[in-house]
Nanobody, 125 residues
Framework: QEQLVESGGGLVQPGGSLRLSCVASGFTFDYYARGWFRQVPGKEREGVSC????????VYGDSVKGRFTISRDNAKNTVYLQMNNLQPEDTAVYYCTASAPLTHQALCRLGGDFWGQGTQVTVSS
């Protein structure tokens, strides 16, 4: 059973930080491009950040550049999203995704083969 499980979401004040984690099980995460999407009700799913399967090349959405950082730990089968200087417009459900055939760029455009159930991030005073 291939699974991705997100954690780390919650309620945070504007300007605060959160670190999301996504743990993979049931497949070899090493060979998959990995990434994060987010979605709010009534809006399109948005690619936030993705990372390549082998050389740590990354891509970020324009709205999060300079504030968010994606990273991976193959030994822990985990991908992270460090989110700094959070703003109310960052409020969304954040989803982890992965793909073997897609590049990290394509993953952030199209989404992957596997998805987590999502973790809620709410930025509010």
């Amino acid at each position: 059973q291939e699974q991705l499980v997100e954690s780390g979401g919650g309620l945070v004040q504007p300007g605060g930080s959160l670190r999301l984690s996504c743990v993979a099980s049931g497949f070899t995460f090493d060979y998959y491009a990995r990434g994060w999407f987010r979605q709010v009700p009534g809006k399109e799913r948005e690619g936030v950040s993705c990372i390549s399967n082998s050389d740590d090349i990354t891509v970020y959405g324009d709205s999060v550049k300079g504030r968010f950082t994606i990273s991976r730990d193959n030994a822990k089968n985990t991908v992270y999203l460090q989110m700094n200087n959070l703003q109310p417009e960052d409020t969304a459900v954040y989803y982890c995704t992965a793909s073997a055939p897609l590049t990290h760029q394509a993953l952030c455009r199209l989404g992957g083969d596997f998805w987590g159930q999502g973790t809620q991030v709410t930025v509010s005073s």
